[in-house]
């Protein structure tokens, strides 16, 4: 019974460090440097104050708080990268189909192409590939380490074109298109509510 919460903690810091780049991490350093965050933080405080409460307060703060808030943050920094790049790399996969590459080398050349998190994840596709994984799995996988919309509508795109057949340069032409629209959209309503922010204020 004990187990389950364990193993499902360890989980969710598994996915964490994935989203965030550093999947190459093992969980238990992780836990290792938040122990030092969290001791470091109490013996801060209890050579500035006489409070255990505020000792113990500040050490749960950096045992939990802090390393998972610095994670999250670093997933996002990474995400907002990978949605910023996405559309010219699917541009790119097209030009490449239509040339007459298989996809697996044009995944394989946009991965070279691009650096930062689109070419991470491409190129661990393809190398997902290259031991037997199926694309639409690969792409899968993908999207479970990037867990945008705009991945998984890669990834289904994906599935939908190896199980009918269709024409992926088509499909990715226009995920790219709706990716742009999606990002322009979204660039506008933070412009909008920044503004209503700064009129409030």
Request: aromatic share 6%; net charge positive; with cysteine.
């Amino acid at each position: 019974q004990n187990e389950a919460p364990k193993t499902k903690k360890t989980a969710v810091i598994r996915d964490l460090l994935r989203q965030a780049g550093v999947g190459g991490v093992p969980v238990k350093h992780f836990w290792f440097a938040s122990l030092f965050i969290g001791v470091l933080f109490c013996l801060i405080v209890k050579l500035l104050t006489d409070g255990f409460l505020l000792a113990g307060l500040m050490f749960a703060v950096g045992f939990l708080g802090l390393p998972r808030l610095i994670l999250k943050i670093m997933a996002r920094r990474r995400q907002k990268k990978f949605l910023e790049e996405l559309p010219d790399a699917l541009e790119s996969m097209v030009r490449l189909l239509k040339a007459g590459m298989p996809i697996g080398e044009a995944i394989s050349m946009v991965s070279r192409e691009f650096t930062g998190p689109v070419g991470e994840e491409m190129s661990k596709v393809y190398d997902e590939q290259k031991i037997g994984i199926s694309l639409a799995e690969a792409c899968q996988h993908a999207a479970e380490r990037m867990p945008i919309t705009e991945m998984q509508m890669f990834a289904t795109g994906i599935t939908i074109q190896q199980q009918t057949g269709s024409s992926l340069s088509e499909i990715l032409t226009n995920l790219a298109r709706v990716i742009r629209s999606r990002f322009r959209l979204k660039r506008k309503v933070q412009a909008l509510s920044s503004e209503a922010k700064s009129s409030a204020a």
